[in-house]
C-alpha cells in the first residue's frame, strides 16, 4: 500500500524558516517524481514544487522560487521541503504527492502538514 | 501560463442525476489533463488524467472528455459519496474547483 506521511509544519513568524519532511512507503520511491502542493484555509490547490526521482532537476511556482528548497534522499525514501523568509501567504495545509508521469498528475496524496506563519 | 476556468463555482444536484462538470484552458492542453476529487478533511485523490484514463480503483460512472481548451468531467449517476470538491488539473496548474452540492 503506497503511503505518504508528512510532518514538520507548525506556527513560525514572518520570515522565520520550516522544514517540511514526507515519508513513502509501499512502492519503489526512487523511481518516482515527487511534489509539493499547497491549499490555503478554505482556498483551492496550488502546486508549490517538484523533484525529479534521482533529485538532479527541481522546479518551483514563482511565489517561492528563491525562498524554498525541495530535496529528497532515496535512501531513507523521504523528500523535503526547507522553507525561508516565510510569508502570511505561505500559510497553508502542505501536501506531499507522487506524481504519476510527465504531466504531473499526482496519483497518491498525504493527509498533509499545516504550516501557520503569524505573529 | 496557462489558466483554468471551472465554472459553475457550485453545482447543485440531486442524487441520482447526471453531473457535468466543465473545465476551459485559457490555451491548448492537447488532453493532458487530469481532475481530482476532494472531500471535507481529505487529500486530493486523482479520479481522471490524460483526459479520459480513470485512476486506480475510480468508478465506472466518472468519465472523462474533451481536448484542446474544453474538458468535461462526468458523473453518470450522483452517489451520496460523490458531493465534493472537484479540481481539474494541467501540469503545474489547478483550476480553482467547483463545489457539488447536495439539492
Known amino acids: 500500500e503506497v503511503r505518504l506521511v508528512e510532518s514538520g509544519g507548525g506556527l513560525v513568524q514572518p520570515g522565520g524558516s520550516l522544514r517540511l519532511s514526507c515519508a513513502a512507503s509501499?512502492?519503489?520511491?526512487?523511481?518516482?517524481?515527487m511534489s509539493w502542493v499547497r491549499q490555503a484555509p478554505g482556498k483551492g490547490l496550488e502546486w508549490v514544487a517538484n523533484?525529479?526521482?534521482?533529485?538532479?532537476?527541481?522546479n518551483y511556482v514563482d511565489s517561492v522560487w528563491g525562498r524554498f528548497t525541495v530535496s529528497r534522499d532515496n535512501a531513507k525514501n523521504s523528500l523535503y521541503l526547507q522553507m525561508n523568509s516565510l510569508r502570511a501567504e505561505d500559510t497553508a495545509l502542505y501536501y506531499c504527492?507522487?506524481?504519476?508521469?510527465?504531466?504531473?498528475?499526482?496519483?497518491?496524496w498525504g493527509q498533509g502538514t499545516l504550516v501557520t506563519v503569524s505573529s | 501560463e496557462i489558466v483554468l476556468t471551472q465554472s459553475p463555482v457550485t453545482l447543485s444536484l440531486s442524487p441520482g442525476e447526471r453531473a457535468t462538470l466543465p473545465c476551459r484552458a485559457s490555451?491548448?492542453?492537447?488532453?493532458?489533463l487530469a481532475w481530482y476529487q476532494q472531500k471535507p478533511g481529505q487529500a486530493p485523490r486523482l479520479l481522471i488524467y490524460?483526459?479520459?484514463n480513470r485512476a486506480t480503483g475510480v468508478p465506472a460512472r466518472f468519465s472523462g472528455s474533451g481536448s484542446g481548451t474544453d474538458f468535461t468531467l462526468t458523473i453518470s449517476s450522483l452517489e451520496p459519496e460523490d458531493f465534493a470538491v472537484y479540481y481539474c488539473?494541467?501540469?503545474?496548474?489547478f483550476g480553482q474547483g467547483t463545489r457539488l452540492d447536495i439539492k
Open positions: 490555451q491548448s492542453v492537447s488532453n493532458h
Open positions: 523533484i525529479r526521482h534521482d533529485g538532479n532537476d527541481e
Open positions: 504527492a507522487r506524481v504519476l508521469d510527465a504531466y504531473d498528475y499526482c496519483d497518491y
Open positions: 490524460d483526459t479520459s
Open positions: 509501499g512502492f519503489t520511491f526512487g523511481r518516482y517524481w
Open positions: 488539473q494541467h501540469r503545474r496548474t
